[in-house]
């Protein structure tokens, strides 16, 4: 089964003009083409799409994304190189995350902070 763009766009909450932009980038070698010409995702290009959007999300940039791919199509004899970007990048995310957690720790720490104060408030606006 195949699908088209527009139901790899739907299927994926994004944009088609995204989808293109990542095949001309390289981060999905092997979209097959139709008659026509019209571009026919399979199963494989839809999980290479999921893992692509998976990297973007946790920050990947679109350079080292495309040396990922580079990597996976010359074959096995680049798994240890793939599996050391990918422990390093899941590095990377596990300090963004510290690093948000602590953020949002803060940000509950103030409103605690700042609903004490506002039901000292209300307290005193009540009894005067």
């Known amino acids: 089964m195949t699908y088209s763009i527009k139901q790899v766009a739907e299927k994926c909450s994004m944009k088609e003009h995204v989808l293109r932009y990542y095949e001309k980038e390289g ?28 990297l973007k999300k946790t920050g990947m940039s679109i350079k080292q994304i495309r040396e990922f791919v580079d990597l996976s199509k010359q074959g096995d004899a680049t798994l240890a190189d793939r599996v050391d970007m990918l422990r390093a990048h899941k590095l990377s995310v596990e300090e963004q995350m510290l690093e948000t957690q602590a953020h949002l720790d803060k940000v509950s720490c103030k409103i605690a902070y700042y609903m004490e104060q506002y039901d000292a408030y209300a307290d005193r606006a009540e009894l005067g």
């Open 27 to 54: 981060l999905l070698p092997s979209v097959a083409r139709g008659s026509g010409g019209a571009r026919r995702y399979s199963a494989d290009d839809l999980e290479w799409l999921s893992l692509v959007c998976c």
